[in-house]
């Protein structure tokens, strides 16, 4: 059984748009591989690490992932389930145009800096949306392509991005941390739990990931939290059970940091993202 599972859901020939899952059967490293063109690639569900020489990112649905056009580079799922991604590809001129000054290296083809970076709740949600419309055929090809451009722009603009900084040693601990939250997204975890599984103090531990990622660390469970919502509401009947399923508190607390981050209650996106019948 091949370990992918993708679903073509646009190509338009200024960008094409793909869903892809993987099994996420092996936690060791894969054989090098390599794509022959650039993309974008926007994890919603689970978890995995992307190797590139000796560097590393965390794909988690804080992140965009930066797939560079003949870069070899190897996967890895150390947390159990697998993962969903979108993957978005652009026209070379469209991709150039999009990307800030330095973002990109010159060359035959555009390809990015870095690995990743992370995106804000807005992207997230266009994620969501854009996924939903597309599989339920709720969209017309030109408002979608709309919509992907507007998501390629904000998650490569410098307001609503933030690239990974601090040392190589910073960044393996924030890292942990987020393979560790991404592990049991459910839990209720305080600093001193989290300190004790990484080996660190929480001061410290709070002083690292916020300078790495450029958010408490909190804040950026949370957005994993609500981001696992998006995935699920279309097909959720019990919005107290998500929410408990998720690790919030109550109904309320869950509606109120949903409708916060996304601008739309988890009732009306439910209402969205399910199958459309007629009459």
Partial sequence: MSNLRVNHLLDTGTLSLRDVHCRGTCRHRSDEECMASTYLVFPYRGVYLRHVGTDQAVADANHVLFFNADEGYRVSHPVDGGDACLSLGLAPAVLEELAPGGLLRTGAKPVFRRQHQRIDPRAQALVALLRHSLVNDAIEPLEAEALLLTLASRSLGARTSHGPASTHA??????????????????????????????????????????????????????????????????????????????????????????????????????????????
Avoid: M
Wanted: net charge positive; aromatic share 10%; charged share 25%.
């Fill in 170 to 279: 910073r960044r393996r601990l924030a890292d942990r941390v987020k393979l560790l939250l991404a592990g049991d997204l459910s839990r209720r975890w305080t600093l001193a739990e989290i300190g004790a599984e990484i080996g660190s103090s929480p001061v410290y531990l709070t002083q690292v990931f916020r300078q790495v990622e450029g958010v408490p660390l909190y804040r950026y469970h949370l957005q994993l939290r609500l981001a696992r919502a998006l995935d699920l509401v279309g097909r959720c009947e019990d919005l107290s059970a998500l929410a408990a399923d998720l690790g919030f508190s109550s109904h309320s607390h869950f509606a109120n940091a949903f409708r916060q981050a996304y601008g739309r209650s988890p009732a009306a996106f439910r209402q969205f993202a399910r199958p459309q019948t007629d009459g």
